[in-house]
């Protein structure tokens, strides 16, 4: 069983689409976190949902909070998608799934695809919304926005 509404997220490190070390204690405690699991880089529904959370991107950090995009593409393939796109948050490459199972993301599409999962925490990391949904790409961007108002008004 993954994670749970009301659950802290688990320490994680990871390296970003530069190669930079990421290590979530360094924004657990200080913002709201919108950690969102696609399948692949370059495909049309992740596409579309990078390109989503690129256009509110200001919306979420008007709002004191960090959009990070994680799936098992490799950091070079984030630097190529991020550039593609004009990504401005943050892609971590997550290459041997360890933080997918961290989190606990179920596979989609009948277990052939990793999960599409978004999770919204309070700035302690306090996991406060999860939406898991695979066919609604687009969808995770007003649903993480609509709770990171929630917790910040």
Not at 1 to 27: R, T, V
Not at 55 to 73: H, R
Not at 112 to 117: E, Q, S
């Amino acid at each position: 069983m993954g994670l749970q509404i009301g659950d802290k997220i688990p320490h994680f490190k990871a390296k970003d689409s530069n190669g930079n070390d990421f290590d979530s204690n360094n924004l657990i405690g200080i913002k709201p976190l919108v950690i969102y699991f696609y399948p692949k880089d370059n495909t049309p529904g992740c596409t579309a949902q990078a390109c989503g959370f690129r256009d509110q991107y200001v919306d979420f950090t008007d709002l004191g909070a960090e959009v990070i995009g994680i799936s098992s593409d490799t950091v070079d393939s984030h630097l190529g998608f991020s550039n593609r796109y004009k990504l401005p948050f943050i892609l971590l490459s997550d290459s041997t799934k360890k933080i997918r199972k961290l989190f606990g993301v179920p596979s989609g599409l009948l277990g052939m695809l990793p999960g599409r999962v978004t999770y919204v925490t309070d700035k302690n990391g306090i996991v406060i919304l999860i939406f898991d949904n695979s066919l609604l790409a687009t969808k995770h961007i007003s649903k993480a926005l609509t709770a990171i108002k929630k917790i910040v008004s």
